[in-house]
């Protein structure tokens, strides 16, 4: 799976604006994040969870709709982090 590394977050990944893993969950995912970019790992994951300003995408679906840290990736997969905004 690939994730995609938001601009401003790229910072804490040694500058890379994508990171490619076999992770076969989003929990398999945020220990190796956790692992290999601990400053990523903190900046969007806390106390179990991703905190709710973050909004989380498995292709084009909200993972809060599809099983949140249990949610299944698969090799083709492409998960994006971003900030949630509000307001107009």
């Not at 945020?30 to 995408?57: C, N, Q, T, W």
């Not at 498995?58 to 990736?73: H, S």
Request: charged share 25%.
């Amino acid at each position: 799976m690939t994730l995609k590394v938001a601009d401003f977050h790229t910072r804490f990944t040694d500058g890379l604006r994508e990171i490619i893993h076999p992770a076969k969950s989003m929990e398999e995912l945020m220990d190796y994040l956790k692992v290999s970019f601990p400053a990523y790992h903190a900046a969007i994951y806390s106390e179990g969870k991703i905190p709710r300003f973050y909004m989380v995408f498995r292709n084009d679906e909200d993972i809060r709709f599809l099983g949140g840290m249990k949610t299944p990736l698969s090799e083709n997969d492409t998960v994006t982090i971003m900030t949630a905004f509000a307001g107009g």
